[in-house]
């Protein structure tokens, strides 16, 4: 008897620990995986927990725009803080806010931005990503407070240059940063949390650092606990039971399981990402001709597929640049669901009918393999609406699912007809490595093996327009292009759903891989 | 008894190497590497990727890397995580009492289960069918679905239990700690209690028809007894190898158990190192699972050598 009673209070303490809301004092995050390293320019995971703790120079906000966090104003040709040099290089420079200080009270100075610089470019350690960082040439420091970057030809996406913060000078200076296990496991930083602990496989606790450069008002939330649960079933299921109260990247299939619930806010925002099925025109010849892509966008039911499978959580797009981006064009050519038009344009092509309904040229039959990443149940969805509905007008489609890790090297040695998948991009409106010719692998990222001269021209001009309006120009006319060539079949945007407490404040969430922590420190419960 | 110690000690030395290099060579055939995550993000050039490639020494040949780490991982040296750049051996280390923790206490839990199952099914048989229901729907019950139809039950409908994780933050305590270990050890347990009680079971059925059970009535030994004492005894041997053998299927069990339950265990370890294919810590985590096995086959013939005298003079 008295086991039993034992047992009930065991059982009572755990569940009301469980149903223990969200609060000013704590807000639990379920999230998906561990980070590798608290190392912004290292790590290779969303930057989420990361961001908590180091800010950038500028950040994205909800819709995409470039906003100064550690900057005072993001430099333009316009405001002067960019300046075309005589030698065909840019120089940018870079006004700090004064009065921020890294957590251990060190003023947080133009020498921490140099250092940055100097690190990236001397690359003698594991950053991720030395785009931009290996066409600076130096970087000078008048004052402590302005840094000027002298890039050795123009570099359009410079903005966002420093977006992954700087590295501190006075704790990193002449140490294997790879090897800093201190600062990459409990990074210093500018922002308004600091890691409080990080328990290996369970979770990363962050807490509030007094004296935040916003003011005593910031962050409201006193500590962000990251849990670690890598199963999505788990994490929603934890979600529902009030083990975690926010979830980041929501998958569109558990949406309708938290829809009714009164205690979660589901948050929508467009994604920097698209879904679209990759065309490989060199492995799969018949692709390189216009009229079988035309056909191909035609034969399939964009507006089905995302009322059905995606429940209307997405929006139907055409192009490479977001809806959300200040480049995007909307007036370009388009594909309607029009299975008779599609049949015209393969006969056209040569592919005929024969009497079984499959199309064939001499001799040859028009059919290729789908490959798609294995383990998401929308993909796979996605993809045999696809396969039926091309087999409709008559080609055939055979679909091979592959696990995440394999599935890269496969697309990276070009070995494959058709890929269904996704490209989500930072808030740059670069497409030059999706398309030019010379970027197919491993150069770039051009695997429909596109190789079309005049949109090769037009994109690398885009690349190196420094004034914005003529950029945006520049990258319509490519935008135009690519939608009349269909080098892929666009689908949809990836929306970024996030689910939050209801109570919670001030959350917006982010289209890009900043992730939707970006203004952490406004976030604030009000019951 | 030591001789026979060093013996088998000396036998396992070139099975582990062989295994070293067939792990090896797998986990290098498997498509994908560590830099395969890189690909995805498009800022990742391959000049950015020439230089990781450089920098984690996978440019050189395999015979070569093969050796390099052979050499290494004998004198302790296990390398650094590609992951995340921390000791291997801190990261296996750090998980280590996790996993003891959840496939010990299983392990117990299924043991217990499967003594008081296999004694019972076979002794009354009307018992029988009810326990061999049970047992084939725990041999053949998926842990993967299990575990989540329990926390669906336990975590979400009723709310007894928390559905994942080691402990509630902040919440601490024995009580909390007990209660996170609740639904794991279920699935854990459940699946090896399943099969340990069917060897018991057959193994029991075997030792009560035996000769020596018929003396053993004759005498007057009550029922009890005579199944407690004589059979049990007998029946005991095979069950122990089993249960010896299978505890590091324990630990393979608990690479899918730690994953639906966020469990911070070297399951969980092993499966984020294997879709990241973190080549040093998977060839830590297998090469001491390797040991590992070897060695509880080394300690189930030792113990059945004590169990049963007419092996001690044997060898």
């Known amino acids: ?527 | 008894m030591l001789s026979f110690l060093l013996r088998r000690v000396a036998q396992m030395v070139p099975l582990l190497v062989l295994v070293s290099l067939v792990v090896f060579a797998l986990i290098h055939a498997a498509p994908g590497g560590p830099l395969a995550l890189y690909l995805d993000n498009p800022n990742v050039r391959p000049q950015d990727i020439e230089r990781l490639r450089k920098a984690m020494g996978l440019d050189r040949p395999l015979a070569e890397q093969y050796l390099a780490w052979a050499w290494a991982f004998v004198r302790g040296e296990w390398g650094y995580s590609y992951a995340d750049g921390r000791p291997v051996m801190d990261r296996l280390l750090e998980r280590v009492p996790a996993t003891l923790q959840l496939a010990g206490i299983s392990a117990l839990v299924a043991v217990a289960l499967s003594l008081v199952a296999g004694v019972v099914s076979a002794v009354r048989r009307g018992v029988d069918r009810a326990v061999t229901v049970g047992a084939i729907a725990g041999i053949s019950l998926p842990v993967f679905w299990l575990g989540l139809v329990l926390q669906l039950v336990f975590a979400n409908q009723l709310g007894w239990l928390p559905s994942a994780g080691r402990t509630s933050f902040a919440g601490g305590g024995l009580a909390d700690r007990v209660a996170h270990l609740v639904l794991p050890v279920i699935v854990l347990a459940a699946a090896h209690a399943a099969g340990w009680s069917r060897y018991l079971r057959s193994s029991m059925r075997e030792a009560l028809t035996q000769p020596f059970i018929d003396a053993a009535r004759a005498r007057g030994v009550r029922e009890g007894q005579l199944v407690s004492r004589h059979a049990l005894r007998y029946a005991l041997l095979p069950f122990v190898t089993v249960v010896l053998l299978d505890a590091s299927l324990m630990v393979s069990g608990a690479v899918v158990t730690e994953s639906v339950f966020a469990w911070p265990g070297v399951g969980s370890l092993f499966t984020e190192s294997l879709a990241k294919r973190d080549y040093t810590v998977l060839m830590a985590f297998l090469m001491c699972g390797a040991i590992t096995v070897a060695l509880l086959s080394l300690a189930s013939d030792v113990v059945v050598r004590s169990l049963d005298p007419r092996l001690r003079d044997a060898a």
């Open chain 1, 1 to 527: 008897m008295r086991r039993r009673t034992l047992l009930l209070a065991l059982l009572l303490s755990a569940c009301t620990k469980a149903s223990s809301g969200p609060s000013n004092e704590l807000l639990i995050v379920g999230y998906d995986r561990e980070p590798d390293t608290m190392n912004r320019y290292a790590t290779h995971i969303l930057e989420d927990i990361q961001s908590c703790v180091i800010e950038g120079l500028v950040t994205t906000d909800e819709h995409m725009n470039v906003v100064p966090v550690l900057a005072t104003e993001v430099p333009t040709l316009e405001n002067g803080g960019v300046v075309m040099r005589r030698d065909g290089g840019m120089d940018v420079t870079w006004k700090l806010r004064p009065g921020v200080k890294w957590h251990d009270g060190h003023a947080h100075t133009s020498a921490d931005v140099k250092f940055t610089a100097d690190a990236m470019i001397k690359g003698d350690w594991k950053p991720e990503s030395t785009d931009g960082f290996d066409r600076i040439s130096s970087v000078d420091t008048p004052d402590s407070l302005t840094a000027v970057v002298h890039y050795k030809e123009p570099y359009a996406p410079y903005r966002l240059q420093f977006l992954r913060g700087t590295l501190p000078k006075h704790l990193l200076e002449g140490r294997n940063i790879d090897q800093a296990n201190e600062y990459n496991r409990n990074p210093m930083g500018t922002g308004p949390y600091r890691v409080a602990e990080w328990k290996t496989g369970e979770y990363v606790l962050l807490e509030r650092v007094p004296g935040y450069w916003r003011g005593s008002a910031y962050p409201k939330i006193a500590k962000i606990l990251f849990r670690f649960v890598t199963n999505a079933t788990t994490r929603i299921n934890q979600l529902k039971s009030g083990e975690v109260h926010l979830v980041a990247l929501v998958p569109w299939d558990k949406v309708r399981e938290l829809k009714d619930l009164p205690a979660i806010r589901l948050n929508r925002v467009l994604g920097n990402g698209y879904e679209h099925v990759t065309l490989n025109e060199r492995h799969f010849p018949p692709f390189a001709d216009v009229r079988v892509r035309r056909a191909l966008a035609h034969a399939i039911d964009r507006n089905l597929i995302v009322k059905t499978i995606l429940d209307g959580l997405v929006s139907t797009v055409d192009g490479p640049i977001q809806p959300l981006s200040w480049a995007y064009e909307p007036d370009v050519p388009s594909y309607p669901f029009d299975p008779t038009k599609a049949g015209v344009l393969l006969d056209e092509a040569g592919w005929i009918r024969g009497v079984d309904g499959k199309r064939r040229k001499e001799g040859k039959e028009l059919a290729f393999t789908l490959i798609t990443q294995s383990g998401f149940t929308i993909r796979e969805n996605v993809a045999q609406a696809i396969q039926r509905q091309l087999a409709d007008v008559g080609v055939g489609v055979q679909i091979k699912l592959i696990d995440g890790t394999t599935i890269s090297p496969v697309w990276f040695s070009g070995d494959f007809d058709a890929m269904l998948h996704w490209w989500q991009s930072g808030a740059d409106p670069e497409i030059t490595t999706f398309y030019a010719d010379d970027k197919i692998p491993p150069d770039g990222r051009n695997i429909d093996y596109l190789n079309d001269a005049p949109l090769t021209k037009v994109l690398y001009a885009s690349d190196r327009e420094i004034n914005q309006d003529k950029r945006r120009a520049l990258l319509q006319d490519a935008q135009r292009r690519v939608a009349d060539l269909v080098p892929e079949l666009f689908l949809y945007n990836t929306s970024k759903i996030d689910a939050v407490p209801a109570t919670l404040r001030n959350f917006k969430g982010n289209p890009t891989n900043a992730g939707p922590f970006w203004n952490v420190h406004e976030w604030e419960i009000v019951r």
